[in-house]
């Protein structure tokens, strides 16, 4: 008898959605959690300084210096 696993339900990587395997035990890269790829530029924002948008498309509130 073979004691392998005894979860019912087969294990299913989160990262490339492939079974047999958890995604931490991925042989496959990992991606990022990013909806967005990373894309050869990447914008910054000037306002938050977060990257992945520019300034005008920032969502945080804008600083005005004054
Ligand atoms: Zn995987
Ligand atoms: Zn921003």
Redesign the pocket.
């Given at each position: 008898a073979r004691v392998c696993s005894r979860s019912p339900s087969p294990a299913v990587?989160y990262?490339?959605n492939?079974p047999g395997?958890f995604?931490r035990e991925?042989p496959?890269e990992k991606r990022p959690s990013r909806p967005q790829a990373d894309s050869p530029e990447r914008p910054q924002c000037f306002n938050c300084h977060e990257p992945g948008h520019y300034a005008r498309d920032c969502h945080k509130a804008r600083r005005s210096r004054s």
């Open positions: 990587c990262n490339c492939e395997h995604s991925c496959k």
